[in-house]
């Protein structure tokens, strides 16, 4: 295969070689020799930083792949995975010699290499946007870049120390959440202390040299709890596998140190074991063995067999007070699942070599991204959808029940909104209320484990904006975004019909006499590819309804005299109910409410802007007459309108509370409400408040002139 000899033949080959003997046959182990033999070639003028040949580092690579025994395709593709990117071999040679299974393997691996992570978030967000997509076609491609990931954290001190911090936060920020989420633990905890002992070496050491002093010093009573775990399980018969002292990795502990802002203490006080047995009945068996022995914490057992984490990951968690009462937290497992939380994903290829045959770790793994490939279409931007991809990849979840007592997973923080999205997307989007242990409870409550949860949907119901405030999980959002995306597509289709009906009417005309071709001819002429999209752009503002029915009705398609001319004289105003949805936004610096004069501001993109007639801004948006619109509110206008009170009151006990009484015994709701501090007798309280018309307002500030602390009260337009 390889007719160039190196001409001091080290066999760098020979240790890979003994570890995938132990679980490769002879003739496959023929093909990963040639890919090396080939490597080696392809690499056989470079070297590392360090001095040492290049080729080293692939078969390093490789070599943590071979312990965890995956399969020999990969172990190739991780010893060629640099050659396309650093040499001027080519995925075709790749293709020639070892197949397209390899080659399309590496140059997976390649595209995942070119990929520089900037500082600008949009960059950074597109490059994970590719690196999902390379997970989409052969998860395989992710194990080895973590492996190549891996072995290059393991020698980054040879980096300069400006490449090593880089190369250190991408580590932490990116690739040890993916190997988390693919449930590969181990590699997950050697990147992250890899990745923190290359940001802060510092703060490695001294954190470093603690624990080193802390086990020592515990290794007694270590000795004592796993003597006494491994008699009491010998008297019961349990075959015990193994059963030893676990340590926190320094990274975990350094975080919760930060983000729990636990002392040293609390943390290194906590003595981890770890008891693997041979079958799921042992598990639990061994449980209550531990249970009698020592006393347990209550509400501090998990029982992730039955109920497995997102990644796949099973165990029995327990907590207990062991001798001299000390906390003792002890995970309980089969081989298998201890392989599965090992490994992960990469856990399939190991025990499964050649069957098709899929552990849970792959297809949670498989699912996980096929849920990411559905949200990142659904997503407009690189931005929204890592802001969604993000959430996922901290998988903190709660369980919670269905009321036919399916249990659902949801990310930690969800809400009753998220679980509805979770159960199916209908239900998301016609969700009005939930009860959460038969009681009904806002849609905003997070949610704890164990609840039981109810959606009360109805029909034509449809999201609120307001839900993105409160939704965690990446579907929930993804599904609200793309809703209220299109509510407002069809909300801007009405609303630009009913624009261009009046400015038709306000030229004597009617739009009903306008035929079909003549409305399509106009479409297309303006660039659009039916009515509805040139009714859409009137409704959002892009277009303006005078100048489209003006040129529907002179057959004139000249575009230059129409904006000018135009007078409003014979302008009706166009009535509104205040039920326009996402196409009609009231105006923050005025606050109209129904029995207001008002006027419509058309903005581009955005539809109608409604301010009082009186309204200063309104001075400024007179310079574009042909966007200003005459408006009137419909006689039988419904629902709650925000207005802003001010309020200007003696500083006096409980006043506040009257405030507040007053205005919910007058049928309104308070929204906002901040009290700026006056000159100390007075204060200033602004409210926010939701009233039906002017007339309720009218109503609600009779009685507020009740309180006599009260020296001045009006509505706030600014
Ligand atoms: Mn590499």
Redesign the pocket.
Known sequence: MCEVVLETRVDYFADLREELAKYIDDEKLEQVAKAYEYAAWAHRNQKRLTGEPYII??VA?AKILAEMHMDYQTIMATLL??VIEDTEVSKEDLSDKFGDDIAELVDGVSKLTQIKFETRAEMQAENFRKMVLAMVRDIRVIIVKLA?RLH?MRTAESLPRKKQRLKALETLEIYAPIANRLGMHRFCVELEDAGFKAYYPLRYRILHNAVKTAVGNRSEIVKVIENELTDALKNKNINLVKLYGRQKHLCSIYQKMKVKKASFAEIMDVYGFRIVVNSTDDCYRVLGIAHNLYKPVPARFKDYIAIPKVNGYQSLHTTLFGPYRVPIEIQIRTEDMENIANNGVAAHWIYKEGSPEHTDAHYRAEQWVRSLLEMQQSSGSSIEFIETVKIDLFPDEVYVFTPRGDILELPKGATPVDFAYAIHSDIGNSCVAAKINRRLSPLSTPLVNGQRVEIITAPGACPNPAWLNFVVSGKARSNIRHFLKSQQHVESIALGKRLLKKAMKDFGSDLDTISDKALMAMSSLLGYDNFEQLAEAIGLGNQVAQVIAKRLLSGDSSLAELAENDSQSSDKPLLIKGTEGMVLHFAECCRPIPGDLIIGYLRAGQGIEVHLESCKRTSRLRNNPERLLNLMWQGDVKGDFLTDLTVEVRNQRGVLADIARIIAESGANIDNIAVKPGDGTYNVVDLTLAVHSRDHLAEVMRRLRGIHAIARMYRSKS
């Open positions: 580092h692939p690579a995975h640099d190549d290059n």
